[in-house]
């Protein structure tokens, strides 16, 4: 019988049969000898079902029942003076050989031999049916009537190991209040009264530390639990080994179902140290979230997690293909997409090196020239640098292009005329002479219509009309002295059009959606698409005075306008002089503040929002308002920002509202997050196939239908990652914590032929910069994709917690759910409100058991998706420079080491450490031995050098990931401030 914390307790038989203790103890050693192996589960229920059967509930035990709120169904009475007459007629009804193996029934041999049967622990009293969520009935506990003392009323009927530890589950109705919900508790009566209650499913433990983590987590899973409570005695407060048991249990939950909600079922103590009794007196209950801050006991690093939780989280599902495999496997797919293409969206993430844009290149270059291409193709490559890579004499792309049957659109090249008269000038085939064009596309006026239609350089009629606003003068040149129509980009444009493949930069066209309905096949994009559906439109005060500035240079007329410019700005006064606004907070809700600002006006936000909608003069047929059309003045062309539409729709809409952005020198901006819906619709419509590491969650919001294709590698990789710090920006400002790093990274490139270190921008260079070590290379985060030329290198070391600003991964999930119609997202929770969730390492420490990480996490489900995304994606597309996949197996195993203890989705990692064991020994006195790395002890065997994370647990500090990254982890571009961008905490 099991005790409550574990351990089986046996009773000894009935003293009127002559059972002497040797006796019994004779009878355990035997089928302990014999090694009985249990029966199935469905030949155990058959018994235990036939033994209820022989015992009928008496009206003593059912009036019990009835009373404590449990209803009798399926329980039975025991007599303890017919315990071996039932045995024995279970014995004669399944077979001996059958009987020894069930855990109830006991042969007990005597030395005199008269054996006999009997029920092993019997006693008089009602027996508790353990039915488990398969309708099995696996085990039986009884209530003794007249037990030795408090301990001794309940105990398991079960000998020599057989019994197990039984779950008990209550099943509610289909379509009850709380189908979804479960409660664990410890005891039968406690787990019927609350099923009964809260109308849910229950789970009654055998002990509170009895149970079998594969059995829990799958009858979880079974009853579709998205709630689950625990419900554990209350003496918990001052019980170590309750509370102990409730937090192994949490932690279990945490990290095998990431996706249920978590809670503890409390009450008072003074009602009932158990549910069924706070029950009986009618207790005041709470349902208090089990993963809020602060309710976490122990340590951040959790390295006791059963080896089943790592299994379960991380399986992988399919075939390990070679690379040959999955580079013939890319292949197929585009030779018959491009044939017969479908109107299908897929993402192709298999790893780097397995050949997605050389299958895309060849397929696309073979069925062109074979005259099999299906439709005209856009091919949109990252950069200009990689369409130089795939044109590269040798390809096949190459090839098509010198053939003139594929054609190059990369956007204008914007020159000097005056370059014109450098002897050897290179020209390219989209040079632009107009300087005008870069500023309308910053001002997202329709380049081509605004600038082209009447640039001097497209016309010989422009040049006669509009050369003089360049600054020439008809009299000393009167001809064009350069032709764009024949030697740049019009030209260029119009040899594209007449393409059937257009191989392209993505601005190219994703900045214009009105080009892609020329490409009737279809579009193969290379790496990064977002960014190019879901645009982020700013609007400040220089822009809001290039608006007014049209106003009165043309005496417009926008009264409602110019009303809600002063809102706006007087918005960003009051809370640039604020001194009560977070400084780690990036984007502020926008409607408090204007609401307030146009009350400091006189003038209600809403209506003047109305009246600007009822404005007669805009927008026009394209969406334009008279204050933002281009125009003329001074005899210089003048191009306004075009956003008013879209600011209008933000401000009013409540699903996706624009927010204020605080800029590093303490003012504020308007910034709205708009997806670029006319895009959006175009994709959806046609062949898509994007190339990319991984598959953000938002991109699948925008493209619903979007299909990931994964053809999963041996790489030839060996990944070492700390566990004990983040290595945030924050953390970089601190010296101290800048040599520790640089210390990490020469023991850990010590050996290595060419090193790679990938640090943060602002650490790369100038005072601030990491010492690295010498004759290494090093790159900064953000500029180590779509490149090959890292490919050589054997170690990496990638150096901080690399992440989008919080605020800003928010807003776009918010905007993107918002285009797809999904539910409105909460705020961010308040301090007190903050979530943690259990981080899983693809990890097994030495003793087989799996490691995880307590993070703060976003309670929006999608919105923290997208955090792990942006996080994880950065860290496989730096690992992909290695191009491990195509490393030779007959080299050693290129080396990561991870220099930030956040665990990175299900990247395998085969060695977690700590900064310190990086540090403790010289490089040189550690040896790397069959995929670990070994030093050597005091009595000079070699022993692992990784062991810190099983011995040493870091302690509970207050680095919280998701608040060092939302004023940490601003990127930008190139203008970095000397200083620190916020108060720093050393």
């Not at 069930?102 to 049967?117: D, Q, T």
């Not at 308007?670 to 895009?679: E, G, I, N, S, Y």
Request: charged letters at 25%; hydrophobic letters at 40%.
């Amino acid at each position: 019988m099991r005790h409550r914390q574990g351990g089986w307790l046996h009773q000894l038989a009935p003293a009127d049969e002559g059972v002497t203790i040797s006796d019994f103890k004779a009878s355990l050693n035997r089928g302990a000898a014999a090694e009985i192996k249990p029966l199935p589960p469905e030949l155990t229920d058959r018994i235990n079902r036939a033994l209820l059967a022989l015992c009928p509930l008496t009206e003593t035990h059912r009036f019990y029942l009835v009373q404590a709120g449990v209803d009798p169904l399926g329980c039975g009475s025991l007599d303890y003076s017919q315990a071996a007459t039932i045995a024995r007629q279970l014995a004669e009804q399944f077979g001996e050989a059958t009987a020894r193996r069930h855990p109830i029934l006991l042969k007990v041999e005597r030395e005199n031999g008269r054996n006999y049967w009997t029920i092993a622990g019997a006693a008089t009293g009602i027996l508790f049916p353990a039915t488990n969520v398969e309708g099995q009935i696996l085990g039986i506990q009884i209530r003794k009537d007249q037990p030795r003392g408090s301990e001794d009323r309940y105990r398991w009927l079960s000998h020599a190991g057989l019994g197990g530890t039984p779950l008990t589950v209550f099943q509610t109705a289909t379509g009850a209040a709380n189908s979804h919900m479960v409660i664990i508790t410890e005891g039968y009566k406690k787990a019927a009264n609350a099923a009964r209650a809260w109308a849910c499913h229950a789970i009654s433990l055998a002990g509170v530390a009895a149970y079998k983590e594969a059995d829990l987590l799958h009858t979880l899973e079974s009853l579709n639990a998205g709630v689950i409570a625990l419900a554990f005695d209350q003496d918990k407060r001052h019980n170590p080994q309750v509370k102990t048991a409730e937090q192994r249990i949490l932690k279990l939950l945490a990290a095998a179902l990431p996706e249920s909600k978590l809670f503890y079922l409390n009450w008072a103590e003074t009602s009932g140290k158990g549910l069924d009794d706070a029950l009986a007196v009618g207790a005041e209950f709470h349902f208090d979230e089990a993963l809020a801050a602060g309710t976490i006991e122990g340590t951040r690093l959790v390295n006791d997690l059963p080896g089943l939780v790592v299994d379960r989280a991380f399986s992988q599902i399919g075939p390990l293909y070679t690379v040959e495999g999955a580079r013939s496997q890319h292949r197929a797919f585009f030779g018959r997409l491009l044939v017969h293409p479908n109107k299908t969206q897929r993402v192709i993430t298999s790893p780097t090196g397995t050949g997605k844009s050389r299958a895309a290149d060849d397929a696309l270059a073979d069925t062109l020239m074979e005259g099999n291409l299906s439709g005209r193709w856009l091919l949109l490559a990252p950069n200009r640098a990689n369409i130089a890579e795939r044109i590269a004499p040798g390809t096949l792309l190459g090839k098509a292009v010198k053939a003139g049957r594929a054609a190059i659109q990369q956007g204008r090249t914007l020159f000097d005329i005056e370059e014109l008269k450098i002897v050897g000038r290179k020209s390219t085939a989209e040079d632009c002479a107009n300087p005008q064009a870069a500023d309308a596309g910053a001002a997202r006026q329709v380049t081509a219509r605004v600038v082209c239609a009447q640039c001097p350089f497209g016309s010989d009629q422009n040049w006669q009309d509009h050369a003089a606003e360049i600054g020439y003068s008809l009299d000393q040149t009167p001809n064009r002295p350069w032709k764009c129509e024949t030697q740049g980009y019009l030209n260029s444009r119009k040899i594209s059009r007449q393409a059937q493949l257009v191989i392209a930069t993505k601005e190219a066209y994703l900045n214009n959606s009105d080009l892609l309905a020329e490409f009737d096949g279809g579009v193969i994009v290379d790496e990064e698409l977002l960014g190019y559906l879901l645009e982020i439109i700013t609007i400040d005060t220089a822009i809001l005075g290039g608006w007014r500035e049209k106003i009165a240079v043309k005496g417009l007329n926008f009264p409602a306008w110019e009303q809600l410019f002063r809102i706006i700005e007087t918005a960003f006064n009051n809370l640039a002089e604020s001194q009560e606004q977070s400084t780690s907070a990036q984007l502020l809700e926008s409607r408090e503040h204007l609401q307030t600002a146009a009350a400091t006006l006189g003038v209600d936000l809403e209506q003047v929002l109305l009246d600007c909608y009822r404005d007669g003069q805009g927008p026009d047929h394209d969406g334009v308002y008279g204050f933002e059309r281009h125009y003329r003045h001074n005899a210089r062309l003048v191009l306004p920002f075009r956003a008013g539409a879209d600011l209008l729709a933000a401000l009013e809409d409540k699903d996706n509202p624009p927010r204020f952005s605080r800029q590093p020198n303490g003012s504020y901006v308007l910034v709205a997050h708009r997806p670029r819906r006319h895009l959006i619709e175009q994709l959806k419509d046609k062949t898509l196939v994007v190339l990319d590491a991984t598959m953000p969650p938002a991109l699948k919001m925008l493209l619903p239908d979007l299909k990931e294709i994964h053809y999963r590698v041996k790489q030839n990789l060996h990944i070492t990652q700390i566990t004990n710090a983040l290595y945030t920006k924050r953390d970089l400002f601190n010296q101290a914590t800048r040599q520790r790093v640089e210390a990490a990274i020469r023991s850990f490139a010590s050996g290595s032929r060419n090193h790679l270190s990938i640090v943060p921008l602002r650490f790369q260079d100038g005072p601030e910069a990491l010492q690295l070590p010498e004759k290494s290379r090093s790159e900064h985060w953000g500029l180590h994709r779509a490149t090959s030329r890292f490919s050589d290198c054997d170690s990496l070391v990638l150096v901080g917690h690399h992440l989008r600003p919080i605020d800003y991964i928010r807003a776009e999930i918010i905007a993107c759910r918002a285009y797809a119609g999904g539910e409105l997202s909460q705020e961010p929770p308040g301090p007190g409100q903050q979530q943690l969730k259990l981080r899983l390492y693809n990890h097994h420490l030495a003793n087989g058991r799996g490691a995880g990480r307590w993070m703060r996490a976003d309670a929006d489900s999608d919105i923290q998706a997208a955090i792990e995304h942006d996080y994880t994606a950065n860290i496989i597309q730096a690992i992909g420079r290695l191009r491990a996949a195509i490393r030779p197996d007959y080299l050693p195993q290129a080396r990561v080491l991870i220099l930030c203890n956040e665990p990175v989705a299900d990247l395998k990692i085969d060695v977690l450490t700590t900064i310190d064991e990086l540090t403790t020994d010289p490089p040189q006195d550690q040896i790397f031995i069959n995929d670990s790395y070994m030093k050597s002890d005091d009595s000079g065997e070699l022993v692992p050098v990784y062991t810190a994370v099983m011995e040493g647990k870091d302690p509970w500090d207050e680095e919280l990931v998701q608040d060092e990254t939302r004023q940490s982890q601003l990127f930008f571009e190139e203008d970095w401030p000397d200083q620190p961008l916020f108060p720093l905490l050393d």
